[in-house]
């Protein structure tokens, strides 16, 4: 699947998995701080970015704020315990990402702003415009299931737990386990079977969410 993303990202045909990856050693688990030799792949060929004041002035980000790869590999793609790099290289701005809602780079860090600034910053910043759906304009997008593993990153994640603890009762069991996950992040710890019974029964799992609530910060 990644080798598949990655042909249709904007790098397809320039760039090769060896480039980034060894075929004989294992490479870091899902949410590892970015590797030297993988953003050094990126300034191979755009030279330009290969100084912190190039780097600065494309990104208008600090380094320590956002690398390549948050921008243009931002971490999607749900894993078993958590959310890899997506493969397909892209653009913040690009319309199929931002004006349809779906998860993009600016929104995973920018929590608390909505689809509409991140238009507004694109536009000012880099010079590019998308037209957003009325819909959207106010919020994130609908998929909160992979906000959710963003909220569980952020220094946002405790504001964000009682939005996260009412999707607990989605009535799709691997959903609810994407939202259980976060909230144990956030929390510093995982909920045992006592707080919250993953694959209760719905009258059980409503009773043990009331209690959970009276008794989690922020609720």
Known sequence: MEAVEQDRGACGGEIRCTLCHSAHISGPQAGAP???EHLATCVECHQELATLAGARSHSHHDAD????????????VQGFTGYNRSHRI?????????????????????????????RDTIASRWGTRVTLSPSLMPEFGANFELAAGAYARSPLGRT???????????????????FLLAVGRI??????D????????????????????GRLPNL
Do not use: F, K
């Open 34 to 36: 970015d590797r030297a």
């Open 187 to 192: 929390l510093g710890r995982r909920l045992s």
């Open 160 to 178: 964000a737990l009682p939005a996260l603890t009412r999707h607990l009762e989605e009535p799709n069991a691997y959903v609810r386990l994407r």
């Open 90 to 118: 892209s653009s913040p701005s690009e319309p199929e990402i931002l004006a349809t809602g779906m998860p993009n780079t600016c929104n995973l860090c920018h929590l608390d702003r909505s689809l509409a600034w991140t």
């Open 194 to 213: 006592e707080e919250y019974t993953l694959t209760g029964g719905d009258e059980r799992r409503q009773t043990q969410l009331r209690l959970l609530r």
């Open 65 to 76: 704020q956002a690398s390549c790869l948050d921008c243009h590999m931002p971490r999607i």
